[in-house]
């Protein structure tokens, strides 16, 4: 199986990719309008304490701060 072969379950993966694609739209300019929530949303998390904890986890720093350090 896919999954099994680098010991990560389909959830992880998923959430993994979701939070790639947030930490994408976080450093790209057109998306400096929008909320860190809306950004989120769309990327299917909408638990925003899920999303801080989760985001830290994989990048070392809160959505906030990731985007504070990735924009001009």
Known sequence: E???????SISQTI???RLKGIAGDLK????????????AHRWGISNQQSLVRSFKAQFG????A???RHTP
Do not use: H, K, L, V
Request: charged share 35%; no cysteine.
């Open 15 to 17: 959430r993994e990719t």
């Open 28 to 39: 790209d300019a057109r998306f400096a309008r929008q909320s860190i929530g809306e950004i």
């Open 2 to 8: 896919i999954f099994q072969s680098d010991g990560r």
């Open 66 to 68: 990731f985007r504070n």
């Open 61 to 64: 720093a809160s959505p906030r």
